[in-house]
């Protein structure tokens, strides 16, 4: 029998309770456990991005994590971006083709928010190192800069 | 990003009331991008699902003595383990439904392996990790074989014979050609009477395509007697037809869902996950999924395949390159795949964007002890373009000259002859050359500012040249060479055939936008039968090629002066250009 245990923690606000396994990943957890299907597997390995989440505001890499560190912590996803209405974000990754297969948008979006979070006007060389974990087969990263990019520049002129 | 649309180029020819091109628009699919809702494979959640991990051969080359699974199967989480006898028909070759090739692969290898990380076994359980434990648990007897890792190695006598359906490490292509050829007037004398010889070797490497998104496929019964099947595959009839016969039932008993693909760019074309996703289920009864990890898409998912080229110029003072000679040596790992057709598209390609007069080329696909490699990108195409191009600054060097200034004199024009025996039309290398220069500030002379594609070419360059061949001898001017024996239509044309292909041409621009319908999702149920998304050259759909006839030797091309008489491709980007 696989050892199970109990593990709590919020997942975009909302408290969840799962059975993890012995030394299950945080990214198996919310995708096999809770069914939050945005974080993706691409490597298992810390190299890809494309699993992403934040703990607590920070961003990690959900395939190498451990589920049980996440225990009480605030988990947050791509699920939590958008309510009624897109996060910026989304709508300028929409505008500016800065998706095309899609399979590392979860992550790429995840790691922007949390930059604008900490810093609403980063410079290009910010946005870049922010996204700098972050893996894409498809783009070739400039469209998604841009599209950041024109969300800070939204930020400045409605910060102003 | 902006992109510069320069309407001054081929100003009279271009019609400007184009409603989509220029004009930025929304992906039809990304909303559930930036949501992450988009339906990848993987997003399918099913009761008990079981999960796949295979046992792999640590060798290159070795003979399967015993396979000892005891303590495998009593491992916690074990459902069942397959082996190549569990696969109604193992064997294959990915384009047998297109008849192009020999069945010369296993799903799970039984007598022997012949690259390393060939699957063996097919471990099902409760969980990865518990797949995982079983594959560790398996011992497995080989008796290693010599092995052979480069192309040259593997065609000389004596070799380790790969892939036993080729002995000789040669794919055969239509009529058992273990070469494609391609000749074009005669480059011996052309060579003797050339200012200057330049010669090259250029070796490149395998590539992986390293979708972030791995192969997979989760596979469920139905309870109308149906398998369900999610994949990533890039081309879902085509991984269904291979499921079909791999498995013997019949196709309308699968039913596969997929079109949400996380990068494929050829990866994704192999069926690599469904076949045994879907005997799992078979024998399990339940869903079963079946996933590479990434060190399993590096190591054993099909890159590019490796090439070896040997390039020989002859250069006249003047700049034109008189004389042409290729030959590539593909690798296409133990198996087939898809290399012996990257060869074909490879020889359609030759000598390059340009106006060589004496061209010689032949092109193997070679078995060799490695990872099979299939399509990637620009296949058949890129890694010769990485030679061709190489080989130019080389005779650029040679002769003293610019290195674009040398393109641009050799550049294909409008109406001249290709190797291949098509006339060339919407040619654009000039333009390219000229409108890139002009982005950099090089220097590029006055008369070659000037040229254009559109003159220059046809007259004398439209003829084909006497040629020289080695079965037939001297053919006179106007003649090409058939060397298709088959009857039947296959996935490609054979190059050197001259036969009258309808101008077909991209329909009439309508003057209104056209509504675009709302997309299906892709599944084989609902959508018809396609060849799959597998890059923008696709073939013509064999309808459009007119049976050869046996034993067609030779055939001649009309009498009298030769009018050009651009043909235009319906997958040419331009099509309408001279409409
Ligand atoms: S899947 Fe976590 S970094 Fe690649
Ligand atoms: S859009 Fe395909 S990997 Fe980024």
């Known amino acids: 029998m696989m050892v199970k245990k109990p593990l709590e923690f919020r997942l975009n606000g909302t408290e969840v309770a799962v059975f993890a396994d012995e030394a299950e990943n945080l990214l198996s957890v919310l995708r096999a456990k809770v069914g939050d299907l945005t974080p993706k597997y691409g490597c298992g390995q810390g190299g890809c991005g494309a699993c992403m989440v934040t703990i607590d505001g920070r961003t990690v890499l959900s395939c190498i994590t451990l589920a049980e560190t996440v225990a009480g912590a605030d988990v947050g996803t791509l699920a939590g971006l958008s309510g009624e209405r897109l996060d910026p974000l989304q709508e300028a990754f929409m505008d500016g083709f800065a998706a095309q297969c899609g399979y590392c948008t979860p992550g790429m979006i995840v790691a922007a928010r949390a930059l604008l979070q900490h810093n609403p006007t980063p410079d290009r060389d910010q946005i870049i190192e922010a996204i700098s974990d972050n893996i894409c087969r498809c783009t070739g990263y400039e469209p998604i800069i841009e599209a950041i990019q024109s969300v800070v520049a939204q930020e400045r002129a409605g910060g102003s | ?579």
């Open chain 2, 1 to 579: 990003m902006s992109v510069d649309f320069r309407k001054d180029i081929f100003a009279k020819e271009r019609d400007d009331n184009l409603n989509e091109i220029g004009k930025p628009t929304r992906r039809q699919d990304i909303l559930g991008h930036v949501t992450g809702r988009s339906p990848f494979f993987d997003d399918h959640r099913f009761d008990g699902l079981l999960h796949i991990k295979c046992v792999r051969s640590p060798h290159h080359h070795a003979r399967i003595r015993a396979i000892d699974t005891t303590r495998a199967e009593t491992m916690p989480g074990v459902v069942r383990i397959i082996r190549g006898s569990d696969v109604p028909v193992n064997l294959n070759t990915l384009l047998s439904l297109l008849d192009f090739g020999k069945d010369d692969e296993p799903v799970l290898a039984e007598s022997k392996v012949a690259y390393m990380g060939e699957p063996v076994l097919a471990i099902v359980a409760q969980s990865e990790a518990q797949a995982h434990e079983a594959v560790a648990a398996v011992r497995i007897d080989y008796e290693v074989l010599p092995h052979v890792l480069d192309v040259e190695e593997a065609i000389k006598p004596g070799a380790a014979v790969v892939n036993e359906t080729y002995p000789g490490n040669k794919f055969e292509f239509y009529g058992g050609n273990d070469h494609q050829k391609l000749r074009f007037g005669d480059v011996a004398p052309a060579f003797a009477r050339a200012d200057h010889i330049v010669e090259g070797r250029y070796q490149m490497a395998p590539i992986e395509q390293a979708p972030i998104e791995p192969n997979g496929a989760i596979a469920a019964p139905q309870t109308n007697d149906r398998y369900v099947c999610y994949t990533s595959t890039q081309g879902l009839f085509f991984s269904l037809g291979t499921v079909a016969k791999l498995l013997n039932v019949e196709s309308n008993r699968l039913h596969f869902i997929g079109g949400t693909v996380g990068g494929g760019f050829g990866g994704k074309v192999d069926s690599l996950c469904e076949p045994l996703a879907i005997l799992g289920a078979m024998l399990t009864g339940r869903a079963v999924r079946y996933v590479l990890d990434r060190a399993e898409e590096m190591q054993v998912s099909a890159p590019r395949s490796a090439e070896l080229w040997y390039v020989k110029d002859g250069l006249a003072a003047d700049g034109r390159i008189i004389a042409r000679q290729l030959t590539g040596y593909f690798d296409s790992g133990a198996y087939t795949r898809l290399t012996g057709y990257g060869v074909v598209k490879c020889i359609g390609h030759l000598p390059g964007p340009y106006t060589i007069p004496n061209v010689h080329s032949d092109a193997y696909c070679v078995y060799t002890n490695r990872t099979p490699a299939t399509a990637m990108r620009g296949f058949g195409v890129t890694a010769v373009d990485f030679a061709i191009e190489r080989q130019m600054d080389k005779g650029a060097r040679a002769l003293g000259m610019d290195p674009f200034e040398f393109r641009l004199i050799n550049a294909y024009r409008d109406g001249d002859m290709k190797a291949h025996r098509r006339l060339a039309g919407n040619c654009a290398l000039i333009e390219s050359i000229q409108a890139a220069a002009e982005r950099v500030d090089y220097p590029l002379g006055a008369e070659f500012r000037a040229m254009t594609s559109m003159s220059g070419g046809g007259g004398e360059r439209a003829l084909i040249p006497p040629t020289r061949t080695e079965r037939l001898g001297m053919l006179p001017a106007g003649t090409s060479t058939v060397e298709v024996k088959t009857t039947a239509p296959g996935l490609v044309p054979q190059f050197g055939v001259d036969l009258p292909v309808p101008a077909t041409g991209l329909p009439a621009p309508s003057p209104t936008p056209t509504p675009v319908p709302a997309p299906k999702a892709p599944e084989t149920r609902a959508t018809t039968y396609d060849y799959g998304a597998s890059g923008l050259s696709a073939p013509p759909a064999p309808k459009e090629v007119p049976p050869a006839t046996e034993p067609a030797a030779l055939t001649k091309s009309q009498p009298g002066p030769v009018t050009p008489k651009p043909r235009y491709s319906r997958y040419s980007s331009l099509g309408n250009r001279r409409r």
